[in-house]
């Protein structure tokens, strides 16, 4: 045996298989999983969970032309840090990802530096001006798994809708970042009472929800498959339910930051806080827990947007939108939802493994015998602090910074390989 993780506690979504056992890793799949005996490379991972490593629908990798925040390498070691095997990245680089050349650029760097699966997203229309569409069809055929203009709405309807029929004809799902820019103006946080204590101006949640009910009588029309972005509030949340009551062909997904912080957490102007769509409300945040509960809310996603330290370090109205996320997410929720009780950690995992990748269309990732060995170890016991050598990824734009988590990622095994290892 190549590796044998001895030990564990079994967790396994898809099969909802939870026991303790070894499982063994031989020749970049799973051998046996049960009581092993004999093997060289030994970890001992008692009190530890093992499961399916996980899978992000929404990370910005920043190559090509942003390097100073983000590398594909540095975002595939955060990743893995992050106990992820799989991420799709948006779009938004320099040059935009808009064409076949750039998304085949994306694939063979990410196939080189290796340790997690890329699957890119395209763009929906060309240099995401919202103007034209982007060659869609091209798109595809050099393997894109969706189209966003993730950071900007489609503010022509019209042209949505092509995209939709478009999408529609060749199966393919639209990931829709949803806010009215005319509502949003130059809001910086939430509006509300923070807002209005501190002198910023504030993004209303109609921002957010008014394009979603456009967007969601588009999809009555023409059946395109659509996703919706970090949805942060409970409007959003109450036409998307009514919608998936209709059997509209719509998934959602919320950040680890919308479910366990709220616009207090701007605090003293923290720029780390400045995110888009703006964190929300006590009772926002609430709502989308249950969300996530009651099945509204589909998949948990990072959005993973690494800044350099310059981007940050300016005045709350100066400052980049974006957390450092892919790093964080895992713990950050084991500690707020499951140690709480609020969700159960097989179900929570179920929206960061299996409805991640079914949404992106990739086949899910299961602990089986046969399978390629995709395994993240995690200690939930784990203490430490976060500082900004916690973090390998170049973005350290984290509001967790300073603060004490508790739950590690102790190992990513990647194609039965380590990508990431602590012990
Ligand atoms: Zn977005």
């Known amino acids: 045996m190549d590796i044998v993780l001895k030990n564990g506690i079994v967790v396994d979504p898809l099969s909802g298989i939870r026991k303790t056992a070894d499982i063994a890793i031989e020749n970049g799949t799973i051998q046996s999983i049960g009581n092993i005996k004999k093997s060289t490379q030994e970890l001992d991972c008692k009190n530890n969970f093992l499961f399916p490593s996980l899978f992000d629908l929404h990370t910005h990798l920043r190559e090509p032309g942003f390097e100073s ?35 085949k650029y994306i694939r063979y760097r990410a196939e080189e530096i290796g340790g997690c699966n890329v699957y890119p997203i395209g763009a929906i229309t060309k240099d995401l001006c919202g103007k034209s569409l982007s060659d869609m069809y091209s798109l595809k055929s050099a393997g894109v798994v969706a189209y ?28 829709l970042h949803e806010e009215d820019k005319f509502l949003s103006q130059d809001g910086m946080i939430r509006d509300g009472e923070i807002a209005v204590r501190l002198g910023l101006n504030g993004i209303p949640p109609s921002s957010e929800s008014s394009i979603i009910a456009r967007d969601l009588e588009i999809v009555r029309e023409t059946g395109a498959r659509i996703h919706f972005c970090h949805i942060s509030c409970i409007r959003s949340l109450q036409l998307i339910k009514e919608a998936k009551r209709d059997n509209l062909p719509v998934t959602c997904e919320v950040t680890p930051h919308h479910l366990c912080f709220t616009d207090l957490d701007v605090g003293q102007y923290n720029t780390n806080a400045k995110v888009n769509p703006p964190l929300a409300s006590i009772s926002d945040r609430d709502a989308l827990i249950d969300g996530l509960v009651d099945g509204t809310i589909d998949a948990v996603a990072t959005d993973h947007a690494p800044h350099s330290y310059d981007m940050k370090r300016k005045s709350i109205k100066d400052a980049a939108f974006g957390m450092s996320g892919i790093e964080t997410a895992l713990p950050l929720l084991y500690a707020s939802l499951v140690k709480s009780g609020k969700i159960d950690f097989s179900k929570l995992l179920y929206k960061m493994i299996i409805t991640p990748a079914r949404i992106a269309g990739v086949k899910p990732n299961t602990i089986e015998t046969g399978r390629l060995a995709n395994i ?36 990513t095994i990647f194609n039965g390989k380590f990508s990431y290892r602590m012990f």
């Open 69 to 103: 925040s983000e590398t594909i390498e540095t975002g595939l070691a955060a990743a893995a840090h992050g106990g992820y095997g799989s991420v799709c990245c948006m779009p938004n680089s320099l040059p935009v990802n808009d064409s076949a050349v750039i998304t």
């Open 148 to 175: 966003s203009d993730d950071g900007f709405p489609v503010e022509d309807s019209s042209l949505l809708r092509k995209a939709m029929k478009i999408a529609k004809s060749i199966n393919m799902p639209l990931f």
């Open 376 to 411: 993240t170890v995690f200690d939930p016991s784990e203490t430490y602090n976060v500082t900004e050598k916690f973090f390998l990824s170049k973005g350290k734009n984290s509001l967790l910074l300073g603060k004490s988590l508790e739950g590690a990622v102790k190992a």
